[in-house]
């Protein structure tokens, strides 16, 4: 007999507002200590500068906005793990609007407070329950705000990589939530009861086709920090990479990701 499928991840609106705003704020107070020079600096994405990663953050806000603004759909046709797997179709239209809103605004932190005034507008006014068109089908609004906190754990994260010291933080909530949406996405990709993937004290997930583990210590193990995995499945670091690095453990046959990651496309 299979398995019985597992209900989806409940996830708490107001946490997960309050995360999404905390970790927004956190690099809306890093901005205001950029220098010219920094934000001129290179990123890791491809030709953006700090200044275009910077003004792509924004965009992670006002996505909400946007969709609010689009004819509500009919019914729900999308999941929220599907949202990973469907923001590569969007890669093109992004990169451009980021270099157009990096030379729209040249006070940055004037226009991230906007960014702000208007998402914190938004959420007090629509229902959760309201439907978004997104790229991965139509989504409640309170859904989709879960994906925002993947969107501002990862671009935290490039700052940090292209801006020597800048050290941002990443709101314990915020990281929580990335960690555990990215988890159940990669056990949508792999189906199945054969490997376990811990990222402690987030999330445990199972995955991959093979023998189901029902008891004692699985044969399949991978484990790894929060701040890897998201790094993981957002092709920021290399399976392999990690490996050498000593970022993740993994053992048993069944127990390499490496074809699955990453996850977003």
Same mark, same amino acid.
């Given at each position: 007999?299979?398995?019985?499928?597992?209900?989806?991840?409940?996830?708490?609106?107001?946490?997960?507002?309050?995360?999404v705003l905390a970790q927004f704020g956190t690099v809306r107070a890093a901005v205001r200590t950029l220098s010219p020079e920094q934000l001129? &600096?290179?990123?890791?994405?491809?030709d953006w500068t700090v200044r275009e990663l910077v003004a792509h953050v924004g965009m992670a806000l006002t996505a909400v906005d946007r969709l609010l603004g689009e004819p509500e759909p009919a019914r729900q046709d999308g999941r929220l793990l599907d949202w990973p797997f469907a923001i590569g179709a969007d890669a093109d239209a992004i990169a451009g609007t980021a270099r157009r809103l990096a030379a729209?605004?040249?006070?940055?932190?004037?226009?991230l407070a906007e960014v702000e005034r208007r998402f914190t507008e $938004?959420?007090?006014t629509r229902p959760g329950a309201r439907l978004l068109p997104?790229?991965?089908?139509a989504l409640p609004l309170a859904d989709y705000v879960v994906t925002r906190t993947v969107e501002l754990v990862v671009h935290?994260?490039? &700052?940090?990589?292209?801006?020597?010291? &800048?050290?941002?933080?990443?709101?314990r909530q915020a990281l929580a939530a990335a960690t555990r949406l990215l988890a159940d996405a990669l056990a949508v990709k792999a189906p199945g009861g054969s490997?376990?993937?811990r990222i402690p004290p987030y999330a445990v997930v199972q995955c991959v086709e093979g023998? $189901?583990?029902? $008891?004692?210590?699985?044969?399949?193990v991978v484990e790894t920090d929060p701040l890897t995995w998201v790094r993981l499945a957002t092709g920021r670091l290399a399976w392999k990479d990690a490996l050498d690095g000593a970022k993740v453990s993994a053992s048993g046959e069944r127990a390499d990701l490496g074809a699955l990651l990453p996850l977003l496309s």
């Open positions: 007999m299979p398995p019985a499928r597992k209900r989806p991840r409940a996830y708490d609106p107001a946490r997960t507002r309050a995360a001129a &600096l290179p990123t890791r994405l491809g729209e605004h040249p006070d940055l932190d004037a226009h $938004r959420l007090d997104t790229s991965a089908g935290t994260d490039d &700052l940090n990589a292209a801006v020597p010291g &800048l050290d941002l933080p990443y709101d490997t376990e993937v023998p $189901r583990h029902t $008891r004692g210590t699985p044969p399949n």
